[in-house]
């Protein structure tokens, strides 16, 4: 064997041959994420701009694809465990530990369990944003067996389903924000929505639209809204961020888009993706803003019920819950009265009782 190898080998090809595999640090990852999915560049374009290989583009889009994730996996144990307990939690401990110095860890434990149902998070529109720039948010899932249950047929013919696909296959989701304009803006992914995306959704296709303005976005109490990525990039583009209460479909006029979609995906042969991807997004378009306005009005009137402390699962519509319970259609009022919760404890079922089943409660 040759003592020096420079003689037969490239000092170039050396060079390389001892250089360790560099990393990929998460803000080039979500970069490169968002010049493929969000920009539409292929994958040799972002290969040659980032100076990387073609496999290692494609193996961080995959990945991207799969999980749902932007950054990368970090290492596992319990070091990088998440936390169990929640601001709520901590803000409750300190005031309880200020009025009593000495508490013990039992009695510590103890008092955040008797704080169940004590503290509430009331609704207000009139701080940082109204109903009139407000923006609604929600997702849903279709797939390729979504078909109607009934149908018509011949006196003595059973109803056949032609064209159904024997496999489902993946889910396809649609993240909707609908607004008093109309539909603000939409996108279909394939599985599920996870906080990345909803950053990312937010990030290259609402924001844009609303450069500018301060806007109130309204979101569902789904985990993938309640990530601190989420959080973050509202407040870093002047937004502000509201959750309604938990079950509440009444109070978010996204669910009437929704109804407007399954129908329509019902009627169809659903062969693949992109005959879904069609059904979905026909419907979508032919929605107007004066649908919007009058599904926006209904949400107040349901609010409207909310807030006088009457459940909202009685009735058909807004109109018969306000005459059921002889309430005016203050369209102005919040979801919830601003009316603030004294610290002095209250019973829960004084509390259910005065406040309605549909307001938030925080638990411990």
Known sequence: MPANLS?????????????????IDDRERQQIIRNVIALGKTKAEVARAHNRSYSTISTVIQTFLNTG??????????????????????????????????????????????KAVLASQNFDFNVEGNWDNAIYFDEAGFNLLSHRAFGRSPVGERVLQRNRPANREVNMSLMVAVSGD????????LGGWTGDYVALFLQEFLFPLIKGQSRLLLFDNA????????????????????????????????????????????????????????????PLSLITSEQAKGWIRETKKWARVASAGYPLNQDHD???????????PDLSAPFIDNEQDSDEEVSQETMSQRVGPHRRFTQY
């Not at 003689?7 to 041959?17: D, Q």
């Not at 109309?182 to 992914?189: D, F, L, M, W």
């Not at 079950?247 to 929704?258: C, D, G, Q």
Request: proline share 5%.
């Open 7 to 23: 003689s037969i080998m490239p000092v170039e090809t050396l060079a390389r041959s001892r250089q360790r595999r560099q990393g």
């Open 69 to 114: 994730r932007t950054t990368s996996i970090k290492k596992k144990g319990g070091a990088f465990r998440g936390s169990a307990i929640n601001k709520s939690h901590i803000r409750t401990i300190c005031d309880f530990v200020a009025e009593r110095p000495g508490a013990t860890l039992v009695e510590i434990n103890e008092h955040l369990a008797s």
């Open 182 to 189: 109309g539909i603000v803006a939409s996108y279909t992914i």
């Open 223 to 282: 985990k993938c809204h309640h990530t601190g990525t989420v959080e973050a990039i509202v407040a870093h583009k002047g937004h502000r961020i509201q959750f309604i209460p938990p079950y509440s479909p009444w109070l978010n006029p996204t669910e009437r888009v929704f109804g407007c979609i399954r129908p329509a995906i019902g009627r169809e042969d659903l062969k693949d993706h992109g005959t879904l991807k069609k059904v979905i997004e026909d």
């Open 318 to 328: 807004a109109d018969q819950a306000l005459a059921r319970y002889n309430l005016a």
